[in-house]
């Protein structure tokens, strides 16, 4: 094998075992951020040895023994070096002052070394940029420069947000667990919230010049997907992966040639991946299943539902969906699902009752600056034959935007109106 | 990015698969599962079942199976989502060393809009 060929397959190994490998490290040193040295020491030995000697037969095995010699190592020798080998002393010291059992290393509880992982990544103590951050990459295996690039922010911000997690989490020596009954509930709305946050990056950009950047719905896709595996009996996670599986099925009918969005009604539902939407709808029965009430995501998933159900864009069952956003806004009340059930509205029952569901909102200080206000109101607007109004708030939502392509769209539209 | 994986294992596929081959197909697909990249798998039946459908010169043809040349026979098909070829590549491996035999095709797929 050629060098970069080498490395490249390294890599690839690397990421796939990466998780599970910081996750089993965490549990036995009981911190992250010594897990994941350690784990970077077992990558810089693979790279040296594994370009002579070839890729082992069970790579994963073969990284916890190195992380396994290195941690040894390390703790033998703690006191005479240099910092960072003093601080994943002071973890491995901290289980009981001995050298912890590392030869419980990858065994059947690897599941659950992945869920504590999730876990204490999006723990409540960071913020919710940290938990971002960490969560892609430590589960994501994304680098920080791979971030930083995702979120549109230089490289060291990133990799100072990751160092200041790690240490956020050792100071408040936040407990490598699995939360329990009560507390489960809160902890998993903040994972679930930090996957979704990811999602809708890559989904509509906040900022930028791409309305979409598809890598970051995979990523979020794919953290879904583990996190269904890992908690098969939430059902709000199922909702969730649904949810993404769903949107991201129609990612490909989303914008034309050259990069303009294009909105929902005027898609080529030819082109939307059913694959995608078969897995999603499958996730919401999986959810239904589990018998419980349905949470946000999985109410989402089902209006997304019943838009991949509708061939055409005047099949859509819009007093279904309206019916769900009532039950959403019941569950899960929030201005911008408010907003999101005035569009309902305006489909179910014509444009004015949408404009009255809408106008409730108008002072609403968390929407006063979001675009899709005054860009609703603006359909609504051309809808009753309004045009100068809603050449008004086109032009209003196209100022509030941050994304290049999306203001393109909203003045585009306005100029439409006369 | 998402790869199609289509198994030729090299010859006609011999009866149903022993409770080991299960077992250890079924733990590689719940590794594959937890890693986030497992999207659909389908496994096919003997060729005999099956058929080549040609067109040439805007003439059909259709050759039933069972066909002769093992070597260009699929066995089954998968879909995953990984990071990069080399993923793919690596998870290709681990599912060959399972099946132990035979050689897989992976082809990217072609994802709108074009990845940056």
């Given amino acids: 094998m050629a060098p970069t060929d080498a490395h490249r397959a390294i890599d690839a190994v690397w990421r796939i075992e990466a998780p599970r490998l910081i996750g089993a490290l965490a ?31 069970n790579p994963g095995a073969w990284l916890m023994a190195a992380a396994k010699h290195r941690a040894i190592d390390v703790f033998r020798r703690s006191k005479r070096l240099d910092e960072k080998h003093a601080e994943i002393g002071r973890g491995l010291a901290a289980e009981q002052n001995r050298i912890p059992d590392f030869d419980s290393g990858l065994d059947d509880d690897m599941g659950d070394d992945l869920l504590r992982l999730v876990f204490i990544s999006c723990h409540p103590v960071l913020s919710t940029e940290a938990r971002v951050a960490l969560t892609l990459r430590l589960l ?23 160092v200041r997690a790690k240490r956020t989490l050792t100071k408040e020596r936040v407990a490598f667990d699995v939360p329990r009954g009560a507390d489960l509930e809160a902890r998993l709305s903040s994972v679930l919230g930090v996957i979704y946050l990811v999602f809708n990056e890559g989904y509509t950009a906040t900022a930028g010049d791409d309305w979409m950047r598809p890598s970051l719905c995979e990523d979020a896709s794919r953290l879904g997907r583990i996190l269904a595996e890992l908690t098969p009996n939430e059902a ?9 599986e769903i949107q991201a099925s129609r990612l490909r009918a989303r914008v034309d040639e050259s990069g303009r969005p294009i909105l929902l009604p005027d898609q080529n539902r030819a082109l939307w991946d059913r694959l995608l939407i078969r897995r999603g709808l499958e996730g919401i029965e999986r959810a239904e299943r589990l018998g419980v009430a349905r949470g946000p995501y999985l109410l989402q998933a089902s209006i997304a539902a019943c838009h991949a159900r509708a061939l055409e864009a005047g099949q859509t069952d819009w007093t279904r969906i309206l019916s769900l956003y009532d039950e959403l806004a019941r569950v899960s009340p929030s201005p911008v699902i408010a907003l999101n059930r005035a569009v309902a509205v305006g489909m179910a029952s014509g444009p004015q009752a949408g404009l009255g569901a809408l106008d409730v909102l108008r002072d609403n200080q968390a929407l006063r600056t979001y675009h899709l206000l005054p860009s609703v109101r603006g359909d609504l607007l051309v809808k009753l034959g309004r045009l100068d109004e809603a050449r008004g708030e086109f032009e209003r939502a196209a100022s509030l935007t941050r994304n290049a392509r999306e203001r393109e769209l909203l003045l585009e539209r306005g100029r439409r109106q006369s | 990015m998402r790869f199609l994986c289509l198994y030729k294992p090299g010859q006609e596929s011999t009866g149903a698969p022993t409770q080991q081959e299960m077992d250890a197909m079924g733990a590689l697909i719940g590794e594959m599962s937890q890693a ?19 067109i040439n010169g805007g003439q059909f043809t259709v050759v039933d199976g069972p066909f002769a040349e093992a070597k260009e026979l699929v066995g089954g098909m998968a879909v995953i989502q990984v990071q990069s070829k080399a993923e793919a590549i690596e998870w290709t491996k681990r599912f060959l060393a399972v099946v132990g035999r035979g050689e897989s095709e992976i082809r990217q797929l072609h994802e709108m809009p074009a990845p940056e």
Avoid at chain 1, 27 to 40: K, M, N, T, Y
Avoid at chain 1, 149 to 155: H, T, W
């Fill in chain 1, 236 to 244: 709000d996670v199922h909702g969730l992966v649904a949810l993404m």
């Fill in chain 1, 140 to 162: 994501g295996g994304l680098t920080t420069d791979e971030i930083a690039r995702a979120f549109l922010v230089p490289e060291p911000t990133i990799a100072q947000r990751i």
């Fill in chain 1, 27 to 57: 549990r036995i040193v009981r911190d992250v951020g010594v897990a994941e040295d350690l784990a970077q020491d077992a990558l810089v030995a693979a790279l040296q040895q594994w370009p002579h000697e070839g890729i082992p037969r």
């Fill in chain 2, 36 to 54: 986030g990249v497992f999207i659909q798998t389908e496994g096919c039946q003997p060729s005999a079942k099956g058929a080549r459908v040609r």
